[in-house]
């Protein structure tokens, strides 16, 4: 996971369109024949915003979370929704606290 602020200077750098979308036809044709699978990259901003592929994902996953729960789409994507933005709060929570393990208590002499 990479936490990033958009509008950071470290950011403006800005590589042309065409460019990365080589390089991602590069790396989808990479994972299709060598690995025999597929790959999309969810990109979500701190904002709340999503990025196309992973907009596209969402409408998807949600029609078939609504047709097997026999809910509206409505209903469905707000469930969604909420659900992923508290897995990426705990996601973000543990990148900038590090994980909490617990360690076993020191046997007693």
Same mark, same amino acid.
């Given at each position: 996971?990479?936490? $990033?602020t958009?509008?950071?200077?470290?950011? $403006?750098?800005?590589?042309p369109?065409?460019? !990365?979308?080589?390089? !991602?036809?590069? +790396?989808?044709? =990479?994972? $299709?024949?060598?690995?025999?699978?597929?790959?999309?990259?969810?990109?979500?901003?701190?904002?709340?915003g999503?990025?196309?592929?992973?907009?596209?994902?969402?409408?998807?996953?949600?029609?078939?979370?609504?047709?097997?729960?026999?809910?509206?789409?409505?209903?469905s994507i707000? +469930?969604? !929704?909420? $659900?992923?933005?508290?897995?990426?709060? =705990?996601?973000?929570?543990?990148?900038? !606290?590090?994980?909490?393990?617990? =360690?076993?208590?020191?046997?007693?002499?």
């Open positions: 996971m990479h936490a $990033r958009v509008a950071a200077p470290s950011n $403006r750098c800005i590589v369109k065409n460019k !990365r979308r080589g390089e !991602r036809t590069n +790396w989808l044709l =990479r994972i $299709r024949n060598v690995d025999k699978g597929s790959f999309t990259s969810l990109v979500f901003s701190s904002a709340g999503a990025g196309p592929a992973a907009t596209v994902f969402l409408k998807h996953l949600d029609s078939k979370i609504a047709e097997k729960k026999n809910s509206s789409y409505a209903q707000s +469930w969604l !929704r909420c $659900r992923l933005a508290f897995a990426l709060l =705990r996601a973000s929570i543990l990148c900038l !606290r590090g994980a909490q393990s617990f =360690r076993p208590a020191a046997a007693l002499a």
